[in-house]
């Protein structure tokens, strides 16, 4: 009999389908369309469109279509990649990919809260950009609050999302990708160089190749969607088209909105990471609207919350599954009456709390920050390879199971698509390990390749230790908090 064979009793209440195409796509969007990333990809100009099509062929085509075909497949199953990577490889896969995706995020929530606190800064005063006690004060108010927002179910949680990727991700991106062509249509000088397609082709040696890594996971976030299968009102149709829906707003968005900012903005001016705001502070005063800049700052933020708080439910619902099955300590098993996984979003916050706290105000843990935040990409390199082999695995294990949605072409399309997105993700893994900014000596190198290996190897192993040490006392059944 397979570790899979019997199904642990789960905890809480049946959750409500409340979810439909408009909020799926907009889970995905959320997690994904993140203007911050424009400034830095509109330094290389004309090529970035280059990279975002190859990150579009090696990663957005294939998360999206294997997301709708393993989403509808399992549409009956909750946890997300856990349920996906559970089916393929059993409980030990799942379990890798989604504790992968969870310990991921507590790197990456520092980055995203002090990103939102900057940002709001310039809706006040810029100069608080650099108040530790500020950035700290308010880094604290949006992880809280979005962690309570996520307290009260998929309910609340959806709408806030659909409401605030609209106000936070999409208007800004459209404000952006007006102005720019108004920029043009004025006879305004544009910066960039004539184009040729040539321009476009992206340029590849060494110094480019660790960015490869940053390209392909732009659009890491395509899965979320994925992790509420099981309060989808119709998940057969819906998620197919919310992911379409989805991949052509992202695209669409980040394309346009930075070759507006190339327009208009020195790659010079852009080579500094000073912060998306800087950027658009130049780019408001270019064209006579300084004005403009508190208003897109207070936007901006919105969308930063409604990222984190994408990232912040679906992992923790996924871990969730895994802990109501009977793989984790009880103290992990705990929901409340609205669904939501209480006592993992309450350690989550406790553990982002602290690195927060040594982000700010330990300035000398940079260098141990970067590497942290290098191992964030292996990660979720990890998490992706995991579900295209689910993927393909599936076809061959399961080839009967029905699938609603199901990648057109057979097993050479099942291949295809699989294949491209895990030899974007693995290449994408074995450049994320080449050190960047400056010359290093190869001792230098090979400390930066052995920390970022150790780190994602102690991120990554949890889940073999509970389940080593798992017991049948794990399994409760009404584990609810009031």
Known sequence: MSEDATTAPKTGLAPKKVLGIFALAMINVAAVLSIRNFPSMAEFGWSSIGWYIIGTILFLIPLSLAGAELATMLSDKGGGVYAWCKEAFGTKGGFVAVFCEWSNNLVWFPTVLAFIASTLAFAISPALGTNAIYLFVVMMIAFWGTTAIAYFGENLSSKFQNVGVILGSIIPSVLIIGLGLYWVASGSAIVLPPFTWAQVVPTFNLSTLPFFATVILLFAGMEMAGFHALEVRNPNKDFPKAMAISAVIIFFCTVMATLAIAFVIPANE???????????????????????????????????????????????????????????????????????????????????????????FLPSI??????????????????????????????????????????????????????????????????????????????????????????????????????????PSWIETGNKEG
């Open 270 to 360: 852009l080579s500094l990471s000073a912060g998306v705001m800087q950027a658009i502070q130049y780019f408001f005063n270019a064209l006579g609207i300084p004005g403009a800049v508190a208003p897109m700052a207070i936007l901006i933020t919105i969308g930063g919350v409604v990222s984190l708080a994408a990232w912040l439910i679906g992992p923790a619902l996924g871990l969730g599954v895994v802990a109501q099955e009977g793989n984790m300590p009880p103290i992990f098993n705990r929901t409340n009456k609205y669904g939501s996984p209480v006592a993992v979003l309450f350690i989550q916050a406790l553990i982002g709390t602290f690195v927060s706290l040594l982000y700010i």
């Open 366 to 471: 940079n260098q141990a920050y970067w590497i942290l935040s290098a191992m964030t990409v292996e990660l979720l390199c990890i998490v992706y390879l995991l579900v295209f082999a689910s993927l393909i695995k599936l076809r061959y294990s399961k080839p009967d199971a029905p699938r609603p949605f199901k990648i057109p072409g057979g097993i050479p399309g099942i291949w295809l698509i699989g294949g491209m997105g895990a030899f974007g993700v693995i290449f994408a893994f074995i450049v994320g390990l080449m050190p960047t900014g400056g010359s290093f000596t190869t001792g230098q190198t090979i400390s930066y390749v052995a920390g970022i290996l150790i780190g994602t190897f102690l991120l990554a192993v949890p889940p073999l230790i509970f389940l080593k040490l798992k017991k």
